[in-house]
């Protein structure tokens, strides 16, 4: 019954008021958005397009190492040792993960499907390098790309200038590929030890102190003025 007076709208208009109260400032207007003002640059555009490419690859090889890791963790802990961003003096950059464990030890980065020679290059080189730190273990290091969501068969490359091998299989087959192999390995006695052994918490460091060189010397401001006592 309409008694002439004022109703409170509770259909789609009062509905839509409360979407555009809680959207950005000006939505459903007639009027177009502006474009936010361009903020001025203090360096060149070409070195900060080339800087940012160089840190968007950066932050793209992290995100599919990440993904990776989400898939290494079907391995069983009491079986693999995972270790992640290994540095190795040898090599120009850390390694993205070295799992050690009963089929052997391997090397591994990810990629979602580009790869090129200097990756090929690397991984050899970092395999060799690993296995020339554990040179009392008896079998290779075995490098390898991992493609996450490939659907190529595993395969090993070498570069134009013979620098090899290094495997590139897709992450389904990596636990099979993994497998594959009856190197020497790792008993789950080995990775106990090892994870026990790799524990931070064990580390103490004592800061280490300064002294001036020479009795009674004052001490300057260059590096040589001293020295450290043990």
Same mark, same amino acid.
């Given at each position: 019954?309409?008694?002439? +007076?004022?109703?409170? =709208? ?9 979407? /555009?109260?809680? @959207? *950005? $400032? ?86 979602? +499907?580009?790869?090129? =020679? ?9 395999? /060799?390098?690993? @296995? *020339? $730190? ?5 079998d290779p290091v075995r490098p390898c790309i991992v493609i996450l969501d490939g659907s190529a068969q595993e395969r090993h490359y070498f570069t134009g200038a013979g620098?090899?091998?290094?495997w590139v299989v897709s992450d389904g087959r990596l636990v099979p590929w993994l497998r594959r192999f009856h190197d020497h390995g790792f008993s789950q006695g080995d ?33 040589? =003025? ?5």
């Amino acid at each position: 019954m309409d008694d002439g +007076g004022d109703h409170l =709208d509770t259909t789609d208009r009062a509905r839509d008021g409360w979407r /555009r109260s809680h @959207g *950005a $400032a000006g939505a459903g207007d007639a009027s177009p958005r502006r474009e936010a003002p361009e903020l001025p640059l203090r360096n060149g555009p070409r070195m900060l397009t080339h800087l940012g490419r160089y840190l968007g690859w950066h932050a793209r090889t992290i995100e599919v190492n990440d993904q990776l890791a989400q898939r290494l963790a079907c391995l069983d802990r009491s079986d693999w040792l995972r270790v992640r961003g290994l540095p190795l003096g040898s090599v120009e950059l850390p390694i993205p993960f070295v799992l050690f464990g009963p089929a052997g030890a391997f090397i591994l980065q990810a990629s979602r +499907g580009y790869w090129i =020679d200097q990756d090929v290059a690397l991984m050899s080189r970092a395999a /060799r390098a690993l @296995g *020339a $730190a554990i040179r009392e273990y008896p079998d290779p290091v075995r490098p390898c790309i991992v493609i996450l969501d490939g659907s190529a068969q595993e395969r090993h490359y070498f570069t134009g200038a013979g620098e090899g091998p290094c495997w590139v299989v897709s992450d389904g087959r990596l636990v099979p590929w993994l497998r594959r192999f009856h190197d020497h390995g790792f008993s789950q006695g080995d990775i106990a030890r090892l994870r026990a052994l790799a524990d931070p918490a064990l580390i103490r460091e004592a800061e280490r102190t300064i002294a001036p060189r020479g009795k009674g010397h004052s001490g300057g401001s260059a590096p040589e =003025d001293y020295y450290f006592p043990g």
